[in-house]
């Protein structure tokens, strides 16, 4: 029994994988996730992960071949997978069936099949398994749906989105044996996006896939459009790139205004609202904030508290099947069905947590997808 005012001692994470989102935004997140901490790292570049585990004060250094028998050692409780997408899958359920509890980087995997496997780990062995969707934590895109869902706008009717990303040649988002691909790395935003703002799931997509014959695309499609049919008829559309300036925004439209936010996928830099109603616009501005934090102090409180995480695996298993469908659309030239999974918990207000912007740390042999060190 805990004696009243005893304080739960952090839950303790292994991050796996020391590239560019785990130092850029992971690591720094744990100085304002005050019941997390970071006691290991799993990484193949013992130089590269002694230096930044000085940098942080982390006293464990396992390599992949190690992996398993830390997991088991009881050092921790929580593994972060911030591995490539096409290692989530296998390092997600080998921690789930060490005992340890699961939050996964999104994409959740590459295939809807590698999604079940992670979904079946996590309730066989009663470990948590989180996916993590920072957005679903984060106010502008919190405050939308509230928006949206007290009918400012109307009946939310068309959503559009712009994506876009310039990746140089080498990155992990080129290569399409680690599970690259515009769609996978941020056409799921835009995917989510419609998902959470019209509150239900699409029944059918349609999707054209282009190469400019830039050959670091060979891999992979540079750029995608797609369609995304709701009941109702409602429609929701995209286009991602990985070959032109960085860019981000959606509109949702309703039968007495929209809605468009700017920037909205962005884990740095200010957000913006443009409400239009009736004719009348109305502007928002949310700040910068750290929203890897929110991440892992909500993990954190589902493990303590014994409750399932929202966003959880059928969360990322819905975004992995419209994924899977759209590229297949691409290569069949033919509007794909989709089955939609049963969701009940979506995204509202009450996730919101608001935490300071972190200062940009010393990289470590990392590189942004835009080659920026």
């Known amino acids: 029994m805990f004696g009243f005012g005893k304080k739960e001692p952090p839950v303790r994470f292994a991050v796996v994988g020391l590239g560019h989102i785990a130092q850029i935004a992971i690591l720094p997140a744990f100085k304002h996730a005050k019941d997390c901490e970071v006691t290991a790292f799993v ?5 590269k992960a002694r230096e930044v585990a000085g940098m942080y004060g982390v006293d464990h250094i396992v390599p992949y071949e190690e992996y398993d028998k830390f997991l088991a050692s009881g050092e921790v409780d929580a593994a972060y997978i911030a591995l490539p997408n096409s290692m989530h899958c296998e390092y997600t359920v080998r921690a789930l069936k060490s005992g340890v509890h699961g939050l996964c980087e999104k994409p959740m995997a590459v295939t809807a099949q590698e999604c079940e496997e992670m979904i079946a780990a996590a309730r066989q ?5 989180m996916i993590a969707y920072r957005l679903h934590f984060e106010e502008s895109n919190l405050k939308a749906i509230e928006i949206i869902r007290a009918g400012k706008i109307g009946e939310p009717r068309v959503f559009t989105s712009t994506f876009t990303l310039p990746v140089v040649e080498g990155n992990i988002r080129v290569k399409g044996e680690l599970g690259g691909g515009t769609l ?3 056409g799921i935003y835009c995917i989510n996006a419609a998902r959470y703002l019209f509150q239900d799931e699409p029944i059918e997509v349609l999707a054209a896939s282009f190469n400019g014959g830039d050959p670091k695309f060979a891999d992979i499609d540079e750029a995608t ?20 300036v960085d860019f981000g925004a959606y509109v949702i439209a309703g039968r007495k205004g929209y809605l468009r936010a700017d920037q909205a996928y962005n884990y740095v ?26 991440v892992l102090t909500e993990f954190a409180a589902c493990i303590r508290e014994d409750r399932e995480p929202e966003p959880n695996g059928v969360e990322g298993l819905a975004d992995v099947r419209i994924i899977e469908a759209l590229y297949r659309s691409a290569m069949e ?28 740390p010393k990289l470590v042999e990392v590189e942004s997808a835009s080659g920026e060190k």
Do not use: N, W
């Not at 995304?228 to 790139?241: H, V, W």
């Not at 509007?335 to 996730?351: A, H, N, T, W």
């Open 43 to 47: 990484s193949d570049d013992p130089d």
């Open 184 to 186: 996978y790395d941020i």
């Open 269 to 294: 830099g200010t957000i913006k609202h443009t409400l239009m109603v009736d004719g009348k616009a109305t502007e928002e501005e949310f700040k910068s904030r750290d929203q890897f934090a929110a």
């Open 225 to 244: 459009s797609a369609i995304l049919r709701f009941p109702g008829d409602r429609t929701a559309s995209f286009t991602t790139s990985f070959g032109v």
């Open 333 to 360: 030239r033919r509007p794909i069905p989709l089955e939609p999974v049963r969701k009940s918990d979506r995204p509202d207000m009450g996730q919101e947590k608001h935490f300071p912007p972190v200062k940009k």
């Open 125 to 129: 062995t009663g470990k948590k398994l």
